[in-house]
């Protein structure tokens, strides 16, 4: 489902359809096999990405804030034939072109594929340089949104997104308000190598894919009376958290290989990592996946220990976790964290890597 299923536009759906299809029509004559048009947007998977994210801004974003916006424009337009450098969401963003690359050649003419919308508050005439990056790396990035100074959340919605990522916490946090999945990400600290055939997504469990109600319990009373809570409930699924329907869709997209016997071959693959001890609180956190309908494809149960190392050994494409400890631990051992500003955690404790961020802006 949609994290946006809200309609956006009078227009008559047979309008809708017709538009659609000439669109079709017009990538198909193309006939270049290196640019596949891309999914309508009500039955893609969308993912909107900022440019700090998928690239490498750090130079320019400290022009920005040295030099102010109409030098920072002309900068970007003199510059405008030199690659911008990858960023945090380079990987999730090749990956996930690997496997449109798979839904394709088993379903030729489905529509349920990932789309890339590149969501920026840049000023138009910095399009060219971001036009020109994509091209370089040929990324399949055909739609985008440039605001202009403006915040690009309000567009979300619009775009159908089902994850939003960005550098800007700020607007994070508005998305997650807005009922969108989205998480903030972080320059790479150090480089891993990631698989290239399959994309890999962590998630933390507690105000990630569910609810913080536990972790209240937690911080507000302690283990002990969270352990008594689990077990009386244990029966009773968790309310969802900012990142169940970020899950639920790529569900979908694994239930397509799963249809074409490609269960062990499947090119997305779904991790639940978590403070949660197996004996003591693991069975709710299950139970509720269940309860939803959806499959997890390995769950780790690390009764408090870091998560650093396990995640080093799943080598993610990214990791989404609410508690920064835990980001900046992934981010020291080389994995890509997108912290998820919800919940009751965020009161206690803030991570130098958000306190970073905050200062740059």
């Not at 048009?37 to 974003?61: C, D, G, H, W, Y």
């Not at 002990?224 to 244990?234: L, M």
Request: charged share 30%; net charge negative.
């Amino acid at each position: 489902m949609k994290a946006a299923d809200v309609s956006v536009s009078n227009k008559d759906p047979k309008e809708d359809e017709h538009d659609w299809a000439a669109a079709k029509a017009f990538f198909d004559k193309l006939g270049s096999k290196k640019r596949p048009r891309p999914p309508k947007p009500q039955n893609a998977v969308t993912i909107a990405v900022s440019s700090r994210t998928l690239f490498n801004m750090v130079k320019e974003r400290q022009f920005y804030e040295d030099e102010g916006v109409e030098k920072y424009v002309a900068y970007q337009q003199e510059h405008e034939n030199e690659p911008l450098m990858p960023g945090a969401a380079f990987p999730f963003v090749k990956a996930i072109m690997t496997v449109n690359a798979r839904l394709r050649e088993l379903y030729p003419d489905s529509e349920e594929l990932f789309d890339i919308v590149l969501m920026t508050n840049n000023h138009a005439q910095v399009g060219v340089r971001l036009i020109n990056s994509i091209n370089h790396y040929d990324l399949t990035i055909e739609r985008f949104c440039m605001t202009g100074g403006k915040s690009p959340i309000g567009y979300l919605k619009a775009y159908l997104t089902n994850l939003y990522l960005s550098k800007d916490s700020e607007k994070v946090h508005e998305a997650i308000e807005e009922g969108i999945a989205a998480a903030t990400m972080f320059n790479i600290e150090k480089e891993i190598q990631l698989c290239d055939n399959q994309l890999r997504v962590a998630f933390d469990g507690d105000a990630v894919l569910f609810s913080d109600e536990s972790e209240q319990i937690v911080k507000e009373h302690g283990l002990d009376s969270f352990f008594e809570h689990e077990k009386t409930f244990e029966n009773k699924p968790l309310a969802q958290g900012p990142l169940k329907c970020f899950l639920e869709a790529l569900g979908k997209l694994q239930r397509k290989f799963y249809a074409k016997n490609e269960r062990m071959d499947c090119p997305i693959r779904t991790y639940l990592v978590t403070a949660r001890s197996a004996a003591s609180s693991g069975a709710r956190a299950l139970k509720t996946l269940r309860s939803w309908g959806l499959e997890i494809d390995e769950a780790l149960f690390l009764a408090g220990a870091p998560k650093g190392p396990l995640l080093e050994k799943i080598r993610p494409h990214i990791f989404f976790d609410d508690q920064m400890f835990h980001i900046e631990g992934a981010q020291q051992l080389g994995t890509i964290a997108a912290h998820v500003p919800y919940g009751i955690g965020q009161k206690y404790n803030k991570g130098k890597l958000k306190e970073e961020n905050s200062m740059k802006k």
